[in-house]
T-cell receptor, first 115, second 113 residues
C-alpha cells in the first residue's frame, strides 16, 4: 500500500510569492495534519483536518491556510512568503477514528526554500 | 515554552549494546506518546507508542517506558544495530478533539559497528 505522498518534493520561491503544497493520505485515512520543520527543531503543528473540517490550528499567521477535499487529500497554501518560511513541510495522516490511539504516518515532505 | 524536551542532542552507542533515549514533558494533559525515527531526506517513521494509562509498551527490539509522576518517557533499543543510526523524535498528543502532536527537538543516535 502507498504511504503518504507529498508533492512537490522541492520548491524554490521568492519573497512575497504564494505556494501550494499537496498531500495524499494513506488509503482509508480521513485525518490529515500539516507540520513545519525548521533545521534543528522538531516538527511544529500547523493544521489538522478531519472529514474535510478544520479540527485544529497551530500558532501560525493567517498567511497559512489549508483545505481537505472529498477524497481526503489536502492542500497547504502559504501567501506572502517570508524568508522564515523556508522549511520542510510535512503531511501526516491517521486512521480512521478521530480520537483513537492511532499513530500519525508522515510523508517525506516538501522542502521549501525562499530566496 | 518547550512542552516536550529531549535534552540530549546526540548519543553514541556500540553495536549490540542498549540505546536509551530520554524525553521529558511538562503538560499533564498529554494522553498519548510516540517515538519517531527520521533519516535525512525522509519523513519521520513511526516506531512505537504508549497510552498515558500504561507504563510500558514493547515491540521487538523497542520498548517505551512512561513515568507519569516524573513526566518522563524513555525509548530502549536492544540490541542496537548500525541501521538504527538516525534522529529520534519524541512526540506527545493533547487529549480531546485535536490530534495535535508536540515534538521534542530530537536526539541523533549513532550506533558504532
Amino acid at each position: 500500500d502507498a504511504g503518504v505522498t507529498q508533492s512537490p518534493t522541492h520548491l524554490i520561491k521568492t519573497r512575497g510569492q504564494q505556494v501550494t503544497l499537496r498531500c495524499s493520505p494513506i488509503s482509508g485515512h480521513k485525518s490529515v495534519s500539516w507540520y513545519q520543520q525548521v533545521l534543528g527543531q522538531g516538527p511544529q503543528f500547523i493544521f489538522q483536518y478531519y472529514e474535510k473540517e478544520e479540527r485544529g490550528r497551530g500558532n501560525f499567521p493567517d498567511r497559512f491556510s489549508a483545505r481537505q477535499f472529498p477524497n481526503y487529500s489536502s492542500e497547504l497554501n502559504v501567501n506572502a512568503l517570508l524568508l522564515g518560511d523556508s522549511a520542510l513541510y510535512l503531511c501526516a495522516s491517521s486512521s480512521p477514528g478521530q480520537d483513537s490511539n492511532q499513530p500519525q504516518h508522515f510523508g517525506d515532505g516538501t522542502r521549501l526554500s525562499i530566496l | 515554552d518547550q512542552q516536550v524536551k529531549q535534552n540530549s542532542p546526540s548519543l553514541s552507542v556500540q553495536e549490540g549494546r542498549i540505546s536509551i533515549l530520554n524525553c521529558d514533558y511538562t503538560n499533564s494533559m498529554f494522553d498519548y506518546f510516540l517515538w519517531y525515527k527520521k533519516y535525512p531526506a525522509e519523513g519521520p517513521t513511526f516506531l512505537i507508542s504508549i497510552s498515558s494509562i500504561k507504563d510500558k509498551n514493547e515491540d521487538g527490539r523497542f520498548t517505551v517506558f512512561l513515568n507519569k509522576s516524573a513526566k518522563h518517557l524513555s525509548l530502549h533499543i536492544v540490541p542496537s544495530q548500525p541501521g538504527d543510526s538516525a534522529v529520534y523524535f519524541c512526540a506527545a498528543r493533547y487529549g480531546g478533539a485535536t490530534n495535535k502532536l508536540i515534538f521534542g527537538t530530537g536526539t541523533l543516535l549513532a550506533v558504532q559497528p
